[in-house]
């Protein structure tokens, strides 16, 4: 015993050693081809002498990066995400200015930009250089890996809760992934992680499930982590007895939702028992968050906002290699939408603007956090893990669901979920994870691009009322957008179709392929028959167009039906899976339908975009040539992969008598299984009771953060 334990300090030293020696050889490399960069006195020195100053001034360096680096950054955590994260090579470089003045008969010395330069490159080699070490070493590499948890632990002063004895729970969403999109990518050898659980007889198992009408990730994941998306009729509606348009990726938006979840069902959520949220657009009822959009809206002493990434930039190595991976990403979004451009591929949207920081974003920083966060759950021994990486969403919204733009996204995700599997070989407690999506994605061109025309403007010219000559971009709705306002600081601005202009203008939003319109000036819900009096080639206008499948609309008459082409009108009760307007559809589509009409806040119209079943394309009435939201193709048929030896979810996701289910179908019903997998395990989650405290004082889980916050 004693001797691995002097083996362990010995080797430890020696990894010390190494990267101290490759640090200093790259100081005196760096020294030799920079002009501004010097470690020799005026009158010149000696190899060995210039030797020892570039040793000196690595260590020196090593040891500010490991000691005073932390501090900066958590006292810089009052300023935006991004822009703690572009201090980066400012704070890194005025540690190197530090370090060179420490040197003896100050014979070190560089210009401010070019001790940029050199503390980046020097933080990226010795980080390089201690991983491949590390790698070597599965002792060393847990060490490095769970520094972060360690860290987290003595500023919560609490370790994991769960029983180390039984095995903890790791659900990885990745966001917009549809099961066929993920078994070709599997089979193709794009994920060859995935492809070794599928493959692998002790591995996982593979099933599909249906979402809502509403596929989207606000509807999707307050079912699966609240288990409620009661009255989520899409990505955003309008709500006329206040006169707000809610947005499921706008923080205010997201927490009222969260709190209407939890009144409802009288619990906390799947995370309430020593749980960590992370990316989400809600808790869950996790006491652990990071970058979770519904808590950015919380506000009041304790908030920490800036904590989400503190726990990652602490590292000056991930500082430098996210910053550096985020130029990259960048310039990669350039060259690829420059190449579709000159290719003239179709279907092509624009993505020029601020996309190419959105996307990296998306793709680099949030992914880097969040799996950092899960890492250090893991190392924490936290009972269950919920985390979305939503880079392949953004990525497919913009390029489409099969493009190789979206392809090489896939790949960059097998490669952090072999990590996430790689760091479960050396956690306290043994994990189990378990990898879902919350829909899917159906390609095809925008409604504006087919027609020439928005959705909006085609009410607007059903109505009677005056359309632009030019038809306008309608703004498209990403999480990944809001999230990047908010880690700016930036409050999350209502798009132009988002403000009502007039009372008596009809309110047109859309959510992917799905539209909702609704009239201000018309008290409850509207009528066919009082949307015909006052608009009387509306309804027929919008159900007769080439791009639209069917309308929802309540009559005084029949009570709510479907409206299709040639004048088709089908009372909800009367629907039936592949007949009339539903027919390319799908099953499940009419049971989607039907429960939907029941929410209070149905819009008055519910429009869904036609479908083509041979080729899974639809129409998205946002600028998007990969969208979900409504009904048709990949987009509601996401996916849910489980380590075998856990009950199967058709028989986890038991009906109210008890009966096994056919298929699951719907975001709670997906909740029920994971709820039914984690009890299996741990026991039954902690319940709130009957009393909910209002969203001023609180939501379950409080803020507590063990060096995670949530993203604001």
Do not use: C
Request: proline fraction near 5%.
């Amino acid at each position: 015993m004693g001797d691995g334990r002097w083996r362990a300090a010995g080797s430890a030293l020696m990894r010390v050693i190494a990267v101290w020696a490759v640090s200093t050889l790259t100081m005196l490399v760096l020294a030799g081809i920079l002009p501004d960069f010097q470690l020799q006195s005026d009158d010149g020195d000696s190899v060995t002498k210039t030797a020892f100053t570039a040793a000196w001034g690595a260590g020196a360096f090593g040891l500010l990066s490991a000691l005073v680096w932390p501090v900066l950054v958590r006292a810089l955590l009052i300023v935006p995400a991004l822009v703690l994260g572009m201090l980066v090579f400012f704070l890194n470089g005025s540690l190197l200015l530090i370090a060179l003045r420490l040197i003896p008969d100050g014979r070190g010395a560089a210009a401010p930009e070019t001790a940029v330069v050199v503390a980046a490159v020097m933080s990226a080699v010795a980080s390089a250089t201690s991983t491949a070490l590390a790698v070597r070493d599965d002792n060393a590499y847990r060490r490095r890996l769970s520094r972060l948890a360690e860290l987290r632990r003595r500023r919560s002063g609490t370790a994991g809760a769960g029983d180390e004895g039984a095995p903890g729970t790791v659900f990885i969403q990745l966001d917009g992934v549809g099961h066929d999109v993920l078994a070709q990518a599997a089979a193709d050898g794009l994920m060859p992680t995935v492809a070794h659980w599928l493959a692998d007889a002790e591995g996982h198992r593979l099933t599909p499930w249906r979402t809502d009408w509403s596929s989207q990730t606000g509807a999707s994941q307050l079912g699966i982590l609240h288990g409620s998306n009661h009255d989520v009729p899409a990505f955003r509606w309008y709500e006329k007895e206040t006169g707000d348009i809610m947005v499921s990726s706008r923080p205010a938006s997201a927490l009222e939702l969260q709190r209407r979840a939890i009144v409802r069902t009288k619990d906390g959520g799947l995370l309430t028992l020593d749980g960590a949220s992370r990316g989400n657009l809600f808790s869950g009822g996790a006491d652990q968050l990071a970058l979770v959009l519904s808590m950015a809206a919380r506000r009041g002493k304790g908030r920490r906002s800036r904590a989400g990434y503190f726990a990652y930039f602490s590292d000056p190595a991930n500082a430098v290699r996210t910053a550096l991976s985020f130029v990259a990403e960048v310039g990669r979004e350039i060259g690829q939408s420059t190449r579709a451009r000159i290719r003239k591929e179709t279907p092509r949207i624009k993505r020029g603007g601020l996309y190419p920081f959105i996307r990296a974003f998306a793709t680099v920083v949030e992914r880097d956090v969040v799996v950092a966060a899960v890492m250090g759950d893991m190392f924490a021994g936290r009972t269950a893990v919920y985390a979305d990486l939503v880079a392949y969403d953004e990525v497919a919204h913009h390029s489409g669901p099969h493009s190789r733009d979206a392809e090489k996204v896939l790949a960059r995700l097998d490669r952090s979920l072999a990590l996430i599997v790689k760091v479960a070989e050396h956690t306290p407690r043994t994990y189990r994870i378990v990898l879902l999506s919350d829909h899917g994605q159906s390609p095809g061109e925008t409604f504006a691009g087919v027609y020439g025309l928005t959705l909006k403007d085609l009410v607007r010219a059903g109505s009677g009322l005056p359309v632009p000559r030019r038809a306008q971009r309608t703004r498209s709705g990403s999480e990944a957008r809001d999230a990047v306002r908010i880690a700016l600081h930036r409050p999350v601005a209502e798009g132009q179709e988002e403000r009502v202009a007039k009372p008596s203008d009809p309110v047109v939003l859309a959510s992917g392929n799905l539209g909702l319109i609704s009239f201000p000036d018309i008290a409850g819900r509207a009528s066919l028959e009082q949307i015909g009096r006052r608009h009387p080639a509306l309804l027929g206008t919008l159900a007769s167009h080439p791009g639209i499948g069917f309308l929802l609309v309540r009559s005084e008459r029949h009570g709510s039906v479907v409206l299709g082409r040639d004048g088709t009108q089908i009372p909800v009760a009367e629907l039936a899976d592949g007949q009339g307007p539903l027919a390319p559809f799908g099953p499940g589509a009419a049971d989607a339908v039907r429960r939907t009409d029941t929410f209070p806040h149905v819009a008055d119209v519910m429009v869904n975009s036609m479908h083509d079943p041979g080729t899974g394309t639809v129409h998205a009435f946002e600028e998007q040539i990969g969208s979900h939201g409504g009904l048709g193709g990949e987009q509601s048929r996401p996916f849910l992969l489980w380590p075998r030896g856990m009950t199967d979810p058709l028989e986890a996701a038991t009906g109210e008598g008890g009966e096994r289910v056919g298929e699951l179908v719907g975001a709670e019903a997906v909740h029920r299984v994971l709820r039914r997998w984690l009890g299996e395990v741990s026991g039954p989650q902690v319940p709130m009771g009957g009393t909910v405290r209002p969203a001023a004082e609180g939501l379950p889980g409080g803020e507590k953060d063990a060096g995670t916050g949530a993203l604001g």
